[in-house]
């Protein structure tokens, strides 16, 4: 039986997107939300890790955040009765969409299991903070996505000023079926993003891997191209860029901020 060597389930899910060439960003809103982009050269930074691409030529970049959908699912598994009622989703999306960019002042660290990048604390811990009287479950939703999108998207920033070319996003996972959360990813980065039929994304890339290896195509690039599928587009909206970036600097400080807390020596 012939045996062909892959990657890592983050590699082979950026091969199964096509993420193997210049612009082309891939983000996994799954169990752990890990996105990054192709580079042609070693790129080295706390806001990353560096890996060699699947394909074998150039660099794959890419961020991790432990706790990514996972986050979400404690949150209603912990506080709002579990997601044994398939309509809690729903309820919740409608309940955040009706928000405002900023979850009414609710701001989320989202580091529940530690923290990868840009950190690399595995004793961070998680906090809800900015909370009033007319705070409820879906302020603490939408905050939450919030958080996880800025994770990112300020990696991806960093990514960029070094050069990087990122134009557009392709999302896969159990949390691109959220329009909310894509829509959010949208905002926040200033770049489109196009859902990715390939759910499944690191079992394809492996596949792909496979098929080169059997010779039923050439080259990686054919091999991505002909096997992976694409849905809709959702393109950013400009006008809610500035609430974004003030949101952004707000939820960065909050690790640092809570940190500080293990040094006070008062009353």
Request: with cysteine; charged share 15%.
């Amino acid at each position: 039986m012939p045996v062909y060597a892959g990657g890592g389930d983050g590699h082979c899910a950026g091969l199964g997107v096509n993420v193997i060439e210049p612009g082309v960003v891939y983000l996994n809103l799954g169990t752990a939300v890990v996105g990054g982009c192709w580079t042609p050269t070693r790129k080295l930074s706390r806001y990353w890790r560096t890996l060699v691409s699947p394909s074998g030529e150039g660099y794959l970049l890419e961020s991790c955040q432990r706790g990514g959908a996972y986050f979400v699912n404690w949150l209603l598994d912990t506080f709002a009765g579990g997601r044994s009622d398939p309509a809690i989703f729903e309820r919740l999306e409608a309940e955040a969409a009706s928000l405002d960019v900023g979850s009414g002042g609710v701001t989320v660290c989202s580091y529940l299991m530690g923290c990868m990048d840009p950190h690399w604390d595995a004793d961070a811990r998680a906090t809800f903070s900015g909370m009033g009287p007319e705070t409820g479950m879906g302020h603490l939703y939408r905050a939450s996505m919030e958080a996880i999108t800025l994770e990112f998207v300020r990696s991806l920033s960093e990514m960029k000023s070094m050069g990087v070319a990122a134009d557009r996003i392709f999302v896969i996972g159990g949390g691109a079926g959220s329009a909310l959360w894509r829509q959010m990813i949208a905002d926040a980065s200033g770049l489109p993003v196009i859902r990715s039929l390939s759910n499944e994304a690191s079992a394809l890339g492996a596949g792909m891997s496979a098929a080169i290896g059997a010779g039923w195509y050439g080259h990686f690039g054919e091999a991505a191209g002909a096997m992976s599928r694409l849905a809709e587009q959702i393109d950013p909206r400009p006008a809610a860029a500035q609430a974004w970036a003030a949101l952004s600097r707000r939820q960065a400080n909050l690790y640092q901020a809570t940190r500080r807390l293990d040094a006070y020596d008062g009353p």
